[in-house]
């Protein structure tokens, strides 16, 4: 195979990344789409499944599947097992998960947790603070 060959069995990372960023804006869209077509009963059924309001699923549903990401991200950075957690207190991690999903402070939290300066700061604008504080694990400072 000549090196011609080989380059173009590669798109440029550039038009990958955009090819994968539309593709998952329509499966969002799908996904949304399929959500509008469920009568309000089975919608509110379903919140109640997951023991959260009807608001809070649309909410939670709008924001995607990617909602949350930096959850792990910042307990990783402030010394927390994530894996440990989702054994022991898998409840609460679930919780913290929605409340992540549905933050507003998410570019503070992403900035902190580029530069590394996530435990020196997140006490400040992450609502999961309190409940990050209160775990038995330890929290790097």
């Not at 380059?7 to 996904?31: A, C, I, M, Y």
């Not at 077509?37 to 919608?43: N, T």
């Amino acid at each position: 195979m000549s090196a011609q060959d080989k380059s173009t069995d590669k798109p440029f990372p550039v038009v990958q990344f955009l090819v994968d960023t539309f593709g998952n804006w329509l499966n969002h869209r799908r996904e949304l789409s399929e959500i509008r077509q469920l009568d309000r009963s089975d919608f509110d059924r379903i919140a109640s499944d997951l023991r959260v309001s009807p608001v809070e699923l649309d909410t939670l549903v709008r924001q995607g599947p990617h909602a949350a990401d930096e959850l792990p991200r910042l307990l990783k950075a402030l010394g927390i097992d994530e894996a440990d957690l989702a054994r022991t207190q898998t409840l609460v991690l679930r919780d913290m998960e929605r409340v992540c999903a549905m933050c507003a402070s998410k570019r503070q939290c992403d900035r902190d947790l580029a530069a590394g300066t996530s435990a020196e700061h997140y006490e400040g604008y992450c609502l999961n603070a309190p409940t990050i504080d209160s775990l038995d694990q330890p929290v790097k400072q």
